[in-house]
């Protein structure tokens, strides 16, 4: 059964430094999102991404986010100067390409980032 | 703005007990509803939705979950548990957009 991935499983930074996060969605899906979960919080939104631009952004989704799909498999958020405030688990999801936006997400198994 | 509720934050139980996790959200208009799980060192993966018609769904696993819209709840059962269930279980709500709004989880331990 096809899965999304995710990599790295754990990244540990300095605080102002930058990271990318990468995902690799099931291969025929085309909306792609991020998702964060501080720890002992709840899974939080932070974009979707669509035919190449962001459809959806949630107020965390500030300037210091970006996301990119630099080729037809990946699917990369980037953090420009990492906070501490960022250190929580990511989650990539992707769905398939029908009209119903309450359709399936499929969930990766997560980056857990660490910014000291 | 909308918002999902999940009542309890632990749960112990036997196995063989029956399992009702309660999730309650918080919008007037159409929705479409899900249980994800997630066990111990893996990803969230879907249990079960409900997107129209019978309002009492079955999932995975033995899991089924009733849509009661007079309530705004989609309360997840099981009618045994195994200790294999132990997990994290989430209720999300896709009340149109593209995002999901999550619950904050419910860790459910069973005791074999």
């Known amino acids: 059964e096809p899965e999304v991935t995710q990599t790295p499983s754990h990244q540990v930074t300095q605080m102002g430094q930058e990271v990318i996060l990468r995902c690799v969605p099931i291969?025929?899906?085309?909306?792609f999102y991020w998702y964060r979960q501080i720890l002992g919080q709840k899974v939080e939104f932070l974009v979707s991404?669509?035919?190449?631009?962001?459809?959806?952004k949630s107020e965390i989704f500030d300037d210091q986010f970006s996301v990119e799909r630099p080729d037809g498999s990946n699917f990369t958020l980037k953090i420009r100067s990492t906070k501490l405030e960022d250190s929580a688990m990511y989650f990539c999801a992707s769905r398939g390409a029908r009209g119903n936006a309450g359709e399936t997400q499929y969930f990766g198994p997560g980056t857990r980032l660490l910014v000291l | 703005a909308q918002s999902v509720s999940q009542h309890n934050h632990h749960v112990i139980l036997s196995e063989a007990a029956s399992l009702e996790l309660g999730c309650n959200y918080s919008?007037?208009?159409?929705?479409?509803l899900f249980w994800y799980v997630q066990y111990p060192g893996q990803h969230l993966q879907l249990l079960l939705k409900y997107f129209s018609g019978d309002p009492l769904v079955k999932g995975i696993k033995g899991f089924e979950a009733e849509f009661i819209k007079s309530k705004f709840s989609f309360n997840l059962r099981k009618p045994s548990v195994q200790w294999s269930d132990t997990a994290e279980y989430f209720c999300a709500v896709n009340a149109g957009g593209n995002k999901l709004v999550f619950g904050a989880g419910t860790i459910l331990r069973v005791k074999s």
């Open positions: 919008y007037g208009g159409t929705v479409n």
């Open positions: 991404f669509y035919n190449n631009e962001i459809s959806e």
């Open positions: 291969s025929n899906h085309l909306y």
